[in-house]
């Protein structure tokens, strides 16, 4: 394994539901990043956060909001949200952020969301 | 824009054989490239990757891979399959001072 945890592995919600999923790396990295994974389309980054500091938000719609309270630990809570964006949610994190040589992102196992 | 492009969904190739997949990118300036590996049920694994130096790059599981700068491509390749290669394989490219950008994907599957 990587070090780096998500729970739940599996989520099913309902649209009206609020839901959050935990991210967790034992690595000691300062960057946490999560994506979203769908069939047949490339690996979508969504936050990025450095030294628990947003850095990026790729467009992400309000419906998804992301929470970092320190290095070790990222949460993605979730609301009213839509089934277009049933996906799988791979959190990584790396031990510094883009622009060095040690940037190789680490991946935990990720969620697999349904939305129905 | 910058691009990363995976020009195959799938690659078949019979235990024993070498394996090439196949990744071109559209960057600008001298990127970092990486290549990550997905099994089922599991997040990405990271393969190997190139910075600088020796245009090819080892990697884990006995897969390499070769930068060739003029054809921006950075292909992966292994010179015996295994049946426990077969897994979703994914090129990343990093411009510098940018954020990451991952191919669609290429799955590999070896047939015994």
């Known amino acids: 394994e990587t070090g780096v945890t998500q729970t739940p592995r599996h989520l099913v919600m309902g649209m009206t539901n609020k839901k959050s999923l935990k991210c967790e790396q034992h690595?000691?990295?300062?960057?946490m990043y999560w994506y979203k994974q769908s069939a047949k389309k490339p690996l979508e980054l969504m936050f990025v956060y450095n030294f628990k500091e947003q850095t990026e938000n790729n467009s992400v719609p309000s419906r998804f909001s992301p929470e970092c309270p320190n290095s070790s630990h990222l949460f993605l809570h979730l609301h009213t949200l839509q089934p277009e964006d049933s996906a799988l949610y791979l959190c990584a994190s790396s031990p510094q952020l883009a622009g060095t040589s040690t940037d190789t992102q680490y991946f935990g196992p990720g969620t697999r969301l349904t939305v129905l | 824009a910058q691009s990363v492009a995976q020009p195959e969904d799938q690659v078949n190739v019979a235990e024993g054989n070498p394996l090439t997949v196949k990744c071109t990118y559209s960057v600008s300036g001298n990127p970092y490239l990486f290549w990550y590996v997905q099994y089922p049920n599991r997040g990405l694994q990271f393969l190997l990757k190139?910075?600088?130096?020796?245009?090819l790059v080892k990697g884990s599981y006995g897969f390499e891979a070769e930068f060739n700068k003029s054809q921006t491509s950075f292909h992966l390749k292994k010179p015996s399959a295994l049946v426990s290669d077969s897994a979703l394989y994914f090129c990343a490219v990093r411009p510098l001072d940018d954020k990451i950008i991952f191919g669609k994907g290429t799955r590999l599957h070896i047939l015994p």
């Open positions: 690595l000691g990295h300062n960057a």
């Open positions: 190139y910075i600088t130096g020796d245009n």
